[in-house]
């Protein structure tokens, strides 16, 4: 587990930048490092569908503070290095096309998914939790973190709706 | 006799109090009896908790804000989210018993197909549905108070 400690540590590396940079879209880069490390992360632990939900909310995350902390456009350059940008361009999309076909040989054909976790949960999941509702064996104990973080989300949602809505806030700039 | 009328006008009309008084109690119930049977039956602790929410609001918009808050108050309402989730936590710690965080720490599972089944998740089932219910109707509360502050202005 040497890559991931590295990884670790590029990642809290990265934090620190992002909390002492100056440059407010310097830390906003930094922070996305850190996402895209924990994406890697997730990818190293073996867990692919939660590196793919991290990286989407990662990339929107990051859109949305660029745009927040962007004062006005940045100008868009035309003139100079046309070819330049060209040719990086088509590079990307060819790399990008390459990895895309390696990756998508990799996939299992259609109408065979390995379904190994699931068959392990139908067979051995009665033995092991007791429960009959398998969905609630699932949620409540193989999946048990999950269910920990939706109950800290739901709180922080009835937080959020109380500290918007709340009546001191709204009156305090009438007054 | 204009004294009770004036109390009539809080809140829906006598039709929808009336079925309200009926049907509120059943639906607090139905919900409890779907977190209870969370690990036997389909359900479980969001959806039960969900459904007792709503016998709340149901009563909440049948007979208007004060006599709702009467069953369970703000200050109430927050203590019991807190509860909810540290009792979450608190059968999540107690796991350690057993080897490690969150573990089915029960030596008998008892039964299958019975109440007493399943371990630890019963309790998970509870306190996600003391969380859950208390949650969402909170949330609807602070949205009522806060349609009265913008009224009042």
Known sequence: MLELQLLLLFMISAAIIAVEAKDMISSVIALGTVGIGLCLGFLLLKAPDLAITQLVAEILCLIILIRAT?????PLVRDGRWFFNTFSTLCFIVIFLIFVFLALKEISVFGNPEMKIAKEILTGSLDKTGA?????????DFRAYDTLGEATILFAAVIG??????????NKPRA | MVDSNKKEEIGMSFMVK???????VVILLFGIYIVLHGHISPGGGFAGGLIIALSFVQVMIAFGKDIALRKLSEAKAAVLESVGGLLFLTIAALGFLGGHFLINFFASKGRPFTLFSAGTIPFYNI???????????????????????????
């Not at chain 1, 962007?70 to 940045?74: G, R, S, V, Y």
Request: aromatic share 6%; hydrophobic share 60%; glycine share 4%.
């Open chain 1, 132 to 140: 009959t509702n398998f969905i609630t064996s699932v949620i409540l």
């Open chain 1, 161 to 170: 709706v109380a500290a918007v809505m709340r009546k001191i806030g709204r």
């Open chain 2, 127 to 153: 306190a996600i549905a003391i969380k859950v219910a208390v949650g969402l109707f909170s949330i609807f509360i602070v949205l009522v108070i806060l349609k009265r502050a913008k009224k009042e202005e």
């Open chain 1, 70 to 74: 962007l004062k006005q456009d940045l």
């Open chain 2, 18 to 24: 009336t079925v309200t008084r009926l049907t509120a």
